[in-house]
């Protein structure tokens, strides 16, 4: 049975699950990427490509990808570009931003032709044509035309890009300005032929787990209700029968940042100056890339939670390694950082393959519940829990007047951010999640939003007394170095 309606995310699926089986029998080696090719796209296969031998192509492609190497074999090696195009894979989009329809009823009005400046309408012997040389796309042909004839597509890609990091080359090909992109992964999610993906390390981590090295999952708040039926305890525990040592909650370390982020926020506000959440790794990429300015004066300087237990982790136990688990791409290059305490990120996709590949299914394990987080810091994986969270944090330390402004996608962050810029921001607290919903609506979640969050708040309900306060004592963060190191 598929596991995913859109066939480009399957067959990614099916190279991930692959990679995993070969990886957990042996050490994988790119020789091997030919015959993987020939037995995943076979000429009886369905073909979603002009022909079995670009699809083989594109998959030798998602492969090397997976292994950690540049998509491309003729690109420079850059691992901090974690979002990349599979060249052979962007080809299906339309070249053309404007185009004529056979709605097209060669009116006498000729709108069209009027409203065009630049001479490249004309009228053919059927309908309008477009000469696209002189086309320069600004799209009055189509908000002239009677019957809405001539449209406007901008590629998914473009379209979804937050920080306009997406261009495409004289072939029509994508291309990725490496000086804008926040890796927050909106290209990864809205493409429709699976052309940008995500590069990845799960082949180097299953290697980690056969060998003598400790290994540690810690695993995001949202991976709750991502596998079906499965309760946390139950995910968790299909994590350690996979060769993890252990498997811990990172919402330990989402408490933690939302205590400590309400300290700082207070004196922010003594100093009249809104602070922004640091949390969600892209929208931070977006302060540091497009709004310097903010990024120094306006974001917290605490750690994200993921880095806050992984340092935890790496302080108690220095000769583990550490593996995040989550729905975010932008980790990926968070983890790159020169002093990260987080060795490898997977995604819950790459997690999936793991379980599918060695034949462990989440829902048949035993799970058993151990120095819970609160809530509050479970509740960091969707849009608004970040804020309430450092809110709760205040309230159990007695402050109760607090503001605060939720941005929810990266157009929304964006927005704010521009507003914090131009002094017209009247909140204490602005959250930025890139990702629509929060990291319940992350790039490389398995279930839909909506039904994730259903499932956390049934499942959380019998934990709904805990403060942070409560949470923290039982596991401290007071030891562990809270603040980025610049």
């Not at 990614?12 to 995993?20: A, G, M, Q, R, Y």
């Not at 992984?310 to 390694?321: C, D, G, I, S, V």
Request: charged share 25%; hydrophobic share 35%; with cysteine.
């Amino acid at each position: 049975m598929a596991m995913f309606t859109s066939d480009s995310r399957q067959f990614k699926f099916d190279v991930l699950t692959e990679i995993c089986r070969q990886s957990f029998e042996g050490e994988l080696k790119e020789e091997k990427v030919q015959e993987m090719a020939r037995n995943l796209v076979s000429l009886d296969s369905p073909r979603y490509r002009c022909c079995v031998y670009k699809e083989r192509e594109i998959l030798r492609q998602r492969v090397r990808l997976s292994l950690g190497h540049m998509a491309s074999d003729t690109a420079a090696y850059n691992p901090d570009q974690i979002v990349q195009v599979i060249d052979a894979a962007c080809d299906g989009c339309t070249i053309h931003k404007i185009t004529v329809t056979d709605n097209c009823r060669k009116c006498m009005a000729k709108s069209c032709l009027s409203a065009c400046r630049f001479g490249a309408i004309s009228i053919g012997t059927s309908r309008t044509q477009i000469d696209y040389d002189k086309c320069k796309e600004c799209g009055a042909c189509a908000r002239a035309c009677p019957y809405n004839a001539i449209v406007v597509t901008e590629r998914p890609c473009y379209a979804h890009c937050p920080v306009q990091a997406i261009s495409w080359d004289k072939n029509g090909i994508a291309s990725i300005d490496q000086e804008k992109c926040i890796n927050c992964g909106q290209c990864v999610l809205s493409c429709p032929f699976g052309a940008v993906e995500d590069m990845s390390w799960v082949a180097p981590v299953i290697q980690e787990l056969k060998s003598d090295t400790p290994v540690y999952a810690i695993v995001a708040p949202s991976i709750q209700g991502q596998f079906d039926n499965a309760s946390l305890p139950q995910i968790m525990t299909a994590i350690r029968t996979l060769g993890f040592d252990d498997c811990l909650e990172v919402a330990a370390g989402a408490d933690a940042v939302a205590y400590y982020e309400a300290e700082e926020l207070v004196e922010k506000m003594k100093d009249g100056k809104p602070m922004t959440t640091s949390c969600c790794t892209a929208f931070v990429n977006m302060q540091r890339i497009h709004f310097p300015e903010q990024y120094a004066e306006n974001k917290s300087t605490l750690v994200t939670p993921m880095m806050a237990m992984a340092r935890k982790l790496k302080q108690e136990h220095p000769h583990h390694k550490v593996v995040f688990i989550g729905p975010c791409v932008a980790k990926k290059q968070e983890a790159r950082a020169e002093d990260s305490a987080v060795d490898y990120v997977m995604t819950y996709e790459e997690l999936a393959a793991m379980f599918v590949a060695k034949r462990i299914n989440p829902e048949d394990m035993e799970g058993k519940a151990d120095k819970l987080p609160s809530n509050y810091g479970r509740s960091f994986a969707a849009s608004g829990g970040v804020a309430a969270a450092v809110v709760q944090a205040l309230k159990e330390k007695g402050i109760t007047d607090v503001t605060y402004e939720l941005a929810n996608g990266g157009v929304e962050c964006k927005q704010q951010l521009t507003l914090i810029k131009n002094g017209r921001f009247t909140k204490n607290i602005l959250e930025g999640m890139s990702c629509f919903g929060g990291c319940i609506g992350g790039p490389a979640t398995l279930a839909s939003a909506n039904l994730v969050k259903g499932r956390m708040a049934k499942e959380n309900m019998a934990n709904k007394g805990k403060t942070i306060g409560e949470a923290l004592s039982e596991t401290p963060f007071n030891e562990v170095d809270m603040e980025i190191r610049k």
